[in-house]
T-cell receptor, first 111, second 114 residues
Framework: DAGITQSPRHKVTETGTPVTLRCHQT?????MYWYRQDPGHGLRLIHY???????DKGEVSDGYSVSRSKTEDFLLTLESATSSQTSVYFC??????????FGNGTRLTVT | GENVEQHPSTLSVQEGDSAVIKCTYS??????FPWYKQELGKRPQLIID?????GEKKDQRIAVTLNKTAKHFSLHITETQPEDSAVYFC?????????????FGQGTILTVHP
């Protein structure tokens, strides 16, 4: 599974609550990404990181923040969850000039 | 940003037939063209990719062809088997050269009937 662990695997939360999803890798890859997957939209990039403390926005970053304090960990935070953020969230890793590999995903439901 | 269209959205074939999925993109700077397979409830997995200096790449029953002039690339699966049933995504990079900042197509649901 390319040494990527996402936690939790499933979460149900209420509108307005903060939520943090964690991605942990054991591959020592430089680049880490958060994507979300929704029916009819494929996968869309939320945020990515190109090193410790170096992050940037993707296509659908509004309402999300990220942090990377260690090479192996990349956190995605929803400061105040909304129903439109109900989705499956995938973490992915890569090295320079090498393909993207995904974790097993976190299914988030915001009620 | 990159505009990606994938066709068809669904494809149904008999076991042993061939399947072809086409992906068109808009960014002429794109130089990396991967295809991902996602089985129900699982993570997307890379099945084949091609760089822009190559027109075709083959790996056993799977091949990818690239037409940079027309800005499209295609996935070819020969001798299909029931385990090929899945959703397939093309994902050229957003901004040309990234291997990780990808723009995914909407997906093609392939069903292989025994």
């Amino acid at each position: 599974d390319a040494g990527i662990t996402q936690s939790p695997r499933h979460k149900v939360t209420e509108t307005g609550t903060p939520v943090t999803l964690r991605c942990h890798q054991t591959e020592n890859h430089r680049y880490m990404y958060w994507y979300r997957q929704d029916p009819g939209h494929g996968l869309r990039l939320i945020h990515y990181s190109y090193g410790v403390k170096d992050t940037d926005k993707g296509e659908v970053s509004d309402g999300y923040s990220v942090s990377r304090s260690k090479t192996e960990d990349f956190l995605l935070t929803l400061e105040s969850a909304t129903s439109s953020q109900t989705s499956v969230y995938f973490c992915a890793i890569s090295e320079a000039n090498s393909p993207l590999h995904f974790g097993n995903g976190t299914r988030l439901t915001v009620t | 940003g990159e505009n990606v269209e994938q066709h068809p959205s669904t494809l149904s074939v008999q076991e042993g037939d061939s399947a072809v999925i086409k992906c068109t993109y808009s960014d002429s700077a794109s130089n990396y063209f991967p295809w991902y397979k996602q089985e129900l409830g699982k993570r997307p997995q890379l099945i084949i990719d091609i760089r822009s200096n190559v027109g075709e790449k083959k790996d056993q029953r799977i091949a990818v062809t690239l037409n940079k002039t027309a800005k499209h690339f295609s996935l070819h699966i020969t001798e299909t088997q029931p385990e090929d049933s899945a959703v397939y995504f093309c994902a050229p990079p957003a901004g040309g050269t990234s291997y990780g900042k990808l723009t995914f197509g909407q997906g093609t649901i392939l069903t292989v009937h025994p």
